[in-house]
């Protein structure tokens, strides 16, 4: 399940994090430049970053003003991946013509995985198996550990016949006739999850057209896999294997 930690990675963020103002302003003026800066915004990365200084456009869901005291500002940040947190209260600080910076930072959801409904503590994972270990119950472990198929769960589905997954498997393309069911939301260049009939991953791939072509017609490529997580062999191979050449 490794393989498709780049789309969790890649995936929306939120953060929770206070904004140290430089000078007091008005709370009314600082909740409108929040909400100039909720949309899709311009930013540079700050100078130490891991990414080249270039000016991108980066998508900002929601910005909240959780507190407020004249001097501290505590925000929750739902916003696009790669977005820069204390480059965003600079540039609020800026707006507001009094100066900020980012004082904490802590970071509460990644994708479908939050702090509040489905992370762990390590010392979780340690108590649950030494419970599974030592009384033989696996009921905390299973509240534990996740199915690898949680971390797909924000991505579009596209189901797959039984007859097709062996070849995508093998690194097929997923075809027209190999589709059993698709999300509606699927549109043409999406990352999608490649799902066998009893829910089982099979892999990422991209979407060649929208949901609405999948359905409609029978012939031609859906979807091209990226990343293949289901091992090989679990399902009957449908094609037939060349005849051996005689010596």
């Given at each position: 399940m490794t393989r498709v930690v780049g789309s969790v990675i890649h995936s929306s963020k939120e953060y929770v994090c206070v904004m140290q103002l430089h000078k007091p302003v008005e709370e009314e003026r600082l909740r409108e430049v929040i909400r100039e800066f909720t949309g899709t915004i311009?930013?540079?990365?700050?100078?130490?970053?891991?990414?080249?200084?270039?000016?991108r456009t980066k998508r900002v869901n929601e910005?909240?003003?959780?507190e407020y005291t004249g001097k501290y500002a505590l925000l929750r940040v739902d916003c696009e991946a790669g977005t820069y947190m204390r480059k965003l209260c600079w540039d609020m600080g800026l707006v507001l013509g009094v100066g900020?910076?980012?004082r904490e930072l802590r970071r509460t959801r990644t994708g479908p995985f939050h702090e509040d409904k489905n992370l762990v503590r390590m010392h979780d994972v340690a108590f649950a198996l030494i419970?599974?270990?030592?009384?033989?119950?696996?009921?905390?472990?299973?509240?534990?550990?996740?199915?690898?198929?949680?971390?797909i769960c924000h991505l579009p589905k596209v189901v797959v016949r039984d007859?097709?997954?062996?070849?995508i498997v093998h690194g097929a393309t997923l075809n027209m006739p190999g589709i059993s069911m698709v999300q509606d939301t699927v549109k043409k260049g999406d990352m999608v999850a490649m799902l066998t009939l009893k829910g089982e991953l099979i892999g990422l791939g991209v979407a060649e057209v929208s949901a609405g072509e999948m359905l409609e017609l029978e012939r031609g490529v859906a979807v091209r896999p990226k990343r293949i997580i289901m091992e090989p062999g679990l399902y009957p191979r449908m094609w037939k294997r060349k005849p051996k050449a005689e010596s």
């Open positions: 311009y930013q540079r990365p700050p100078v130490r970053s891991s990414v080249k200084r270039a000016l910005i909240e003003l959780l900020a910076h980012m419970r599974l270990r030592e009384e033989g119950k696996d009921d905390l472990l299973r509240r534990t550990v996740l199915p690898g198929e949680f971390s007859s097709a997954v062996e070849s």
